[in-house]
């Protein structure tokens, strides 16, 4: 199983705007794109340097790269791209 995790910060100008609509088109991709198992998305808390946070889970690392290729979630990744300062991503096999 390949987890790929995700957090971002996000600019003050558009956090409260844009969190909950960077929530709601990552989670619809579920269903979406047949290679991402399940996907959660969760404003983070307490002190800590980023705002948003992804988990998701993929059957291999091809699956994976399938999804980062796909273009609902290019379009998806385009809008966080407009609207971040700053991003973290990391990617584990178990």
Do not use: C
Not at 7 to 26: F, G, H, N, Q, T
Not at 31 to 39: A, E, N, T, Y
Not at 43 to 71: C, K, W
Not at 76 to 92: A, H, P, Q, W
């Amino acid at each position: 199983m390949v987890r790929h995790i995700v957090s971002w910060k996000l600019r003050d100008d558009v956090r409260a705007e844009a969190a909950p609509i960077i929530k709601r088109r990552l989670e619809g991709l579920v269903g979406q794109i047949p290679q991402l198992i399940s996907m959660h998305v969760g404003q983070v808390f307490g002190a800590g340097e980023y705002d948003l946070a992804l988990y998701s889970e993929f059957a291999t690392r091809g699956d994976l790269q399938i999804y980062n290729d796909h273009p609902l979630h290019r379009a998806v990744s385009e809008y966080i791209s407009t609207v971040r300062v700053s991003r973290m991503m990391l990617d584990f096999e178990d």
